[in-house]
């Protein structure tokens, strides 16, 4: 199984700055990387496919890239609203795994 | 708009079985995979379940193999998954995903005597 790492496991930032989550394959993926947010008690929302692709609605102010083992989710201009859980997935190969998640608080 | 709404959770002993369903709308719902995904109380996304767009192929978690089983309706835009001799362990909300796109609401199992 491709086990993916997150990090870091929690991060503390203020409204307005910019921030760079990453994400870590135990093997190579290609692009075949997404990224989910995921608010308390709510179901997740989809970000990113394809490493660097954004979804329909999502605000330019996410960024992702990367290829092979290493990849990133870049915020910027922290709003109250960005301040969730961040998740990558691979979807590579079978089974399909999550990171472990980043949490993003506010400092 | 798009929505995905499960239903068929609740509660039940060990050993027991239920049948989760996510009913879709407003999307093409036979272009799409669908998975299961699932979260345990407090903790992280775990992927459970995908079958293909044709119904014909489908894959499990090791966790949930044997004992949980995806399918799929075109004609109707439901998504399932049966689930039996479920363990405490499988304690969870339960989202279907279409790709990795659009998400359900969840819906809550909870396995304990």
């Known amino acids: 199984d491709i086990q993916l790492t997150q990090s870091p496991p929690s991060l503390s930032a203020s409204i307005g700055d910019t921030v760079t989550l990453s994400c870590r394959a135990s093997?190579?993926?290609?692009?075949?990387l997404a990224w989910f947010q995921q608010q308390p008690g709510k179901a997740p929302k989809s970000l990113i496919y394809?490493?660097?692709s954004l979804h329909s609605g999502v605000p330019s102010k996410f960024s992702g890239s990367g290829s092979g083992t290493y990849f990133t989710l870049t915020i910027r201009r922290l709003q109250p609203d960005d301040f969730a859980t961040y998740y990558c997935?691979?979807?590579?190969?079978?089974?399909?795994?999550f990171g472990q998640g980043t949490r993003l608080e506010i400092k | 708009q798009v929505q995905m709404v499960e239903s068929g959770g609740g509660v039940v002993q060990p050993g027991g079985s239920l049948r989760l369903s996510c009913v879709t709308s407003?999307?093409?719902?036979?272009?799409?995979?669908m998975h299961w995904v699932r979260q345990a109380p407090g903790k992280g996304l775990e992927w459970v379940s995908y079958?293909?767009?044709?119904?014909?192929?489908?894959y499990y978690a090791d966790s949930v193999k044997g004992r949980f089983t995806i399918s799929r309706d075109n004609s109707k835009k439901i998504v399932f998954l049966q689930m039996k001799s479920l363990e405490v362990d499988d304690t969870a909300v339960y989202y279907c995903?279409?790709?990795?796109?659009?998400w359900g609401l969840g819906a809550l199992v909870i396995v304990s005597s």
């Open positions: 995903a279409a790709g990795a796109t659009y």
């Open positions: 407003g999307f093409n719902f036979s272009a799409y995979g």
């Open positions: 093997q190579g993926i290609s692009t075949f």
């Open positions: 394809a490493a660097s």
């Open positions: 079958m293909g767009r044709d119904g014909v192929n489908s």
């Open positions: 997935q691979q979807y590579d190969s079978f089974p399909i795994t």
